[in-house]
Nanobody, 121 residues
């Protein structure tokens, strides 16, 4: 009853840019943090960037100064602007949101289906 739908992945050359979007929908009472993770082949999933409902952010060191996370609280949507992309940014990117459903007391983590980002040299 809660869905995260991602868009914006694709293939670019090194130095290019992409913008990912993720919209949460369903029976949502509140959304605290939203963020993006990525998983490259043969590697563990890692946090790329996260933003709280108040706008506080944190980033993976490898993407600082290149990626920017933002959110629209009214739309329960999170964005990831990725600039100066490098081949090592190639991965499946997953949206994550910590959501309390209507009528529920606890928050749970929800995940998007993943979107492929491929950066060629």
């Amino acid at each position: 009853q809660v869905q995260l739908v991602e868009s914006g992945g694709g293939s670019v050359q090194a130095g290019g840019s992409l913008r990912l979007s993720c919209a949460a929908s369903g029976s949502i009472a509140s959304t605290t943090s939203m963020g993006w993770y990525r998983q490259a082949p043969g590697k563990q999933r890692e946090l790329v960037a996260r933003i709280t409902s108040g706008g506080s952010t944190n980033y993976l060191d490898a993407v600082k100064d290149r990626f920017t996370i933002a959110r629209d609280n009214a739309k329960n949507t999170v964005y990831l602007q990725m600039n100066s992309l490098k081949p090592e940014d190639t991965a499946v990117y997953y949206c994550n949101a910590r959501i309390r459903r209507r009528g529920a007391f606890l928050e749970y983590d929800y995940w998007g289906q993943g979107t492929q980002v491929t950066v060629s040299s």
